[in-house]
């Protein structure tokens, strides 16, 4: 008996591309570091039109969580999508190496600076810490499949890295944009630092609510600003705080000048508040009897005198429009020491601070009650005396949002220190930075929105800190006038140069008298040290201009939506000052990852996803879907589930890929390719659909929409493909001659179509499509990495359009729908054991009628006829408008070669077993169709 299954032309059962990507990923990273491939694609796109993707340096401390993942992998899909488009798009990592968190590390194993270890040991310790951090975050996004400079990362504590900080801090105030000033800003206790805006978060805290009465003093100058007072019993205005620490630095309250006030006789006394508020007023104090005994504005309250409710002092009632009827009485408690609209209020009339509090939160020692108590523990003090003193009027807890240091997680206070700033109003800095939002693309849209809110906002940029590691404020000031030297620019370069060569000790180790001369006794050096947002805000200064194969401007910058209050706003604020142009031409947000209910990702929850785990198990092309698949103009929901259903579609990708590169076994295009117009019908079809994809994909890369990618990738392996071409070609590829035209049309289609497709799906499943490359017949030397997009064919279509396709593709559905029910109550097997009727209108029938005898290869059936449909009588309707299709068990034999049912199998004696159109492959020329 002839084996039959031998005559096939069936694929290798053990093809190259394995399973168990994942275990396999580490190896392909191996064999990529040692071929230098960032390295080959640099060369490859020399001298080509470049495209600039700024990295945003991540903090070095801790190991990377999923959001750092997201971040990395849409950076790397974008550097990818350009080089695919022919850009030169070079990638440098960086990281953020400075700051509280990395000395707050070394303080646990070594202790404070100064104490058990001297200041330059202490900061020894961290840079060795802050590398180790880097060295551990590196291995994981370099896991990730991310493609760039790893070997040559830009660090912020790189000695010529801190040099260009310091030029960029002298280039600022140069500019003039640089001031030093004594005003209230974020203080951390914990962290003994002032703080800038953009390390500020805000969380839920529980706080005193306290409503206390400043008695007036003169209450005849009362009843000379309210003209229709009356009533008896003492005078008191009433404010109210969330802060009962900050009663201590009272120095006056503040009133609208423009809203009504009433004076309530409540009881035995008379208590004067905003009218708006007094019902609330009232509600907390729980008293449910009032009479209004004195109306007035509160311009005619202006400097009437108040007593502190426990010092022995006289405050002052002054006018501010930052009073509001939001909450509180409308007499707001103005202490200018801890706030900065009570700072510019009390500017306006002549009131200093008082410089109660200290770097540890402790109050002085000349502080009268208070002095060595801590801010966070005096509270209760301060309410217990209002109450004994009978100032405090009401007194309960509330729930509210409130600002914390976004390192340490405590709670800020506000505090008058000197400290260095950005000023935003000096030389129309604002202004310049708010038009400078115009010329920039936001990605979404709405980020344009975001930042201006922030920036209308936004105070003078303290860039002080009072830290050990950090890059020092290398300035030289007078020591009575506070004045820069006036050869500022000139010691800028000079530090500069020692510290390119030392690191920062240069600076501490500095005798003033080095670079100063005679001067050194007139001048002091500034020992606080610069924001961290300050080091990052530069690097447009420190890499994009410094580095060679970059350039100023970046094209893109990408990161989480926080940074519209962080990186995006201190960069474009140090290149306006510096510059006054942009840093980046465009911005791009993306959303912070949740969990599947919408839960931002929490240990204590045990909803945390960690992306190390993801890459071990599921493999890093798996976890580079999800991202590319998700939207991330908003929130990215990720779960177990999620990125299970995930890998579902990963590997409906990748066995699409592999039905194809099994299929062409054999295939040689320099010799076996046919002419795209020599190609069947159907597989002009497919190539028709590829280009038009490919032209959806390329737009979708461009555009960053890349779940669109995902979404129309996906649709066509299942719809296209897996639906219907690959199923249709089986068996032309199987049973036609290795040579004949049927089969290798179908090749060429498939290698062409290969070759578009490993590309589309290079820059986010890099792991897989760097597997498929040398697996495509052909001269596949080099990498995809460095390929360009792959130029489709467009065949001529005469026969049929692809609409007409689509119309075919619908009526393929159907009739598996028919078939599919039949199966499942037993009266047919699969669909080659059928034989069907399609009863068509007019318009389908003619359609059909132009696949002949293709219609059968197309449906999968042993025999399929069209009939007009008014013929139809006990046919099946479908959704197909003019289609009702009969199907029934064909009587005939199977052929053991095709396993189609045909009315020839036998009929040919040397061959018994098998149709004549095997017979014809097997003994013959092979058939040889054209038409479809």
């Known amino acids: 008996m002839t084996d039959y299954k031998a005559t096939l032309n069936l694929p290798h059962t053990e093809f190259a591309m394995k399973a168990n990507l994942a275990q396999r990923e580490p190896a392909m990273l191996e064999r990529w570091n040692k071929d230098q491939l960032y390295q080959q694609i640099r060369a490859a796109r020399q001298g080509r039109e470049q495209f600039i993707l700024h990295d ?99 660090l912020t504590m790189d000695y010529a890295f801190e040099a260009d900080i310091i030029r960029a801090l002298g280039k600022i105030a140069e500019r003039g944009h640089l001031h030093k000033g004594f005003k209230p800003v974020y203080w951390s206790v914990v962290g003994g630092s002032a703080l800038a805006e953009a390390e500020v978060e805000y969380q839920d805290k529980t706080s005193h609510s306290i409503d206390v009465k400043f008695a007036f003093t003169d209450p005849d100058a009362v009843a000379h600003a309210i003209p229709d007072l009356t009533g008896t019993g003492p005078l008191s205005l009433v404010i109210w705080t969330t802060t009962p620490w900050t009663i201590p630095a009272n120095q006056a309250v503040s009133v609208h000048p423009e809203l009504d006030y009433v004076m309530v ?52 009632v002054i006018c501010g429009d930052h009073v509001t009827t939001e909450a509180g009485t409308g007499c707001v408690h103005t202490a200018p020491d801890h706030g900065i609209d009570d700072f510019s209020v009390g500017q306006k009339y002549g009131i200093g601070t008082l410089n109660y509090i200290d770097d540890n939160g402790l109050y002085r020692d000349n502080v009268e009650i208070f002095a060595g108590d801590h801010v966070y523990k005096v509270d209760d003090k301060v309410i217990a005396l209002l109450e004994e003193k009978q100032a405090l009027l009401a007194h309960s807890k509330i729930t509210h949002s409130y600002p914390h240091c976004w390192r340490t997680k405590t709670p800020l206070i506000f505090r008058a220190t000197p400290q260095w700033f950005v000023s935003m109003t000096k030389n129309q800095l604002r202004e310049q930075v708010k038009d400078a939002v115009e010329q920039v693309q936001w990605v979404p849209d709405w980020g344009r929105a975001r930042i201006d809110s922030m920036l209308a906002s936004s105070p003078d940029w303290c860039i002080s800190r009072q830290r050990t590691w950090g890059v020092p404020i290398a300035l030289f000031v007078h020591k009575q006038t506070g004045e820069l030297h006036p050869d500022t620019p000139k010691l800028i370069e000079a530090v500069a140069q020692r510290v390119e060569t030392d690191g920062m000790d240069a600076w501490f180790d500095l005798h003033p008298g080095e670079l100063l001369g005679d001067d050194s006794a007139e001048y002091e050096k500034v020992t606080d040290t610069l924001d961290v947002w300050f080091d990052s805000g530069v690097t447009h200064f420190a890499v994009l201009a410094q580095r060679e194969g970059l350039r100023y401007p970046a094209d893109l910058y990408l990161e989480g939506s926080d940074q519209h209050r962080g990186w995006f706003q201190s960069s474009l604020k140090t290149a306006m000052a510096m510059h006054g142009t942009p840093p980046y031409k465009a911005v791009l947000t993306h959303g912070f990852t949740v969990d599947a209910q919408g839960r931002k990702m929490s240990k204590s929850v045990g909803n945390v996803v960690p992306p190390q785990k993801v890459m071990k198990e599921l493999g890093a092309d798996v976890l580079r879907l999800w991202v590319a698949a998700t939207d991330f103009s908003g929130e990215m929901s990720v779960s177990d589930e999620i990125l299970k259903r995930t890998a579902d579609s990963y590997r409906r990708i990748r066995n699409t890929a592999r039905f194809m590169l099994a299929n062409l076994n054999g295939f040689d295009p320099a010799q076996d390719a046919v002419e795209p117009n020599e190609m069947l ?29 995902y979404q129309k990738l996906h649709n066509f392996c299942v719809v296209d493909l897996g639906g219907f071409y690959l199923d249709i070609i089986k068996d032309r590829q199987y049973t036609t001659r290795a040579d004949s035209l049927p089969r290798r049309s179908a090749q060429t289609a498939l290698h062409q179509v290969m070759q578009a497709f490993v590309r589309w799906i290079a820059p986010i499943l890099s792991f897989t499509a760097d597997e498929i490359w040398p697996l495509i017949p052909g001269d596949q030397s080099g990498s995809v990495f460095y390929a360009e997009w792959y130029p489709l064919p467009a065949p001529s279509e005469t026969s049929f359009s692809q609409e007409d396709w689509q119309r075919i593709a619908e ?28 009863y068509c209108d007019e318009e389908l029938h003619l359609l059909l009628d132009r696949l002949g005898n293709e219609l059968r290869f197309v449906l999968i059936t042993s025999s399929a006829e069209v009939r007009p449909l008014i013929d139809a009588t006990e046919a099946e309707l479908t959704a197909v408008e ?25 009929i040919h004696s040397s061959h018994p077993e098998i149709c004549g159109r095997c017979v014809e492959n097997v003994d013959g020329p092979g058939e040889q169709r054209r038409y479809a």
């Open 56 to 154: 945003g340096p991540p903090y070095a401390n801790g190991d990377i969580h999923i959001g750092h993942s997201v971040n990395k992998i849409l950076k790397d899909i974008i550097v990818k999508s350009k080089t695919l488009s022919g850009f030169d798009a070079p990638y440098v990592p960086g990281w953020d190496c400075h700051g509280l968190p990395i000395e707050h590390n070394v303080e646990k194993k070594h202790g404070k600076a100064g104490v058990k270890l001297d200041v330059k040991t202490f900061r020894q310790k961290c840079r060795e810490y802050a590398a180790k951090q880097v060295n551990g975050q590196r291995e994981d996004f370099v896991r990730l499949g991310v493609l760039g400079d790893w070997n040559n990362p830009y």
């Open 882 to 906: 003019g289609l009702k299709v009969e199907a029934r068990k064909s009587e005939y034999a199977k052929c053991a070669r095709c396993w189609h049912h045909r009315p020839d199998v036998g």
């Open 811 to 838: 009526v393929k559905d159907a009739v598996n729908k028919v078939l599919e029910a039949k199966r499942g109550n037993g009266e047919l097997g699969g669909s080659l054991g059928a034989e069907v009727v399609l």
């Open 681 to 709: 019908a159907l597989d002009r079809w497919v190539l028709n659909r590829a280009a038009e994809l490919q032209t959806d994909i390329i737009r979708a890369y461009d555009d960053y929409q890349f779940h669109q990618i």
């Open 265 to 316: 006789q409540a009881g035995e006394e008379r208590w004067l508040v905003a009218e708006a508020l007094l019902p609330s007023v009232l509600r907390r104090a729980g008293l449910e009897g009032h009479q209004v005994v004195g109306h007035c504005t509160g311009k005619a309250l202006e400097q009437l005198q108040l007593r502190h409710p426990f010092y022995n002092r006289q405050v002052p």
